[in-house]
C-alpha cells in the first residue's frame, strides 16, 4: 500500500469510527433513494 493510500485509509477510519453504523445506514439508503428519484425524474422527461 503506498503512503497516499495509507493516509487515506487512515482518515476514512477515523470518519467511520465517529458515526454509528446506524447513521452510516441512513446515509447509504437516502444516497440510494436520491439516485432512484433522480433516474426516475430522468425517465419521465422522456
Known amino acids: 500500500m503506498g503512503k497516499k493510500e495509507h493516509e487515506k485509509y487512515m482518515v476514512e477510519r477515523e470518519y467511520l469510527s465517529k458515526i454509528s453504523v446506524e447513521e452510516l445506514l441512513v446515509r447509504i439508503v437516502k444516497s440510494h433513494l436520491k439516485k432512484v428519484v433522480e433516474s ?5 422527461r422522456q
Not at 40 to 44: L, R
Open 40 to 44: 426516475g425524474e430522468d425517465s419521465c
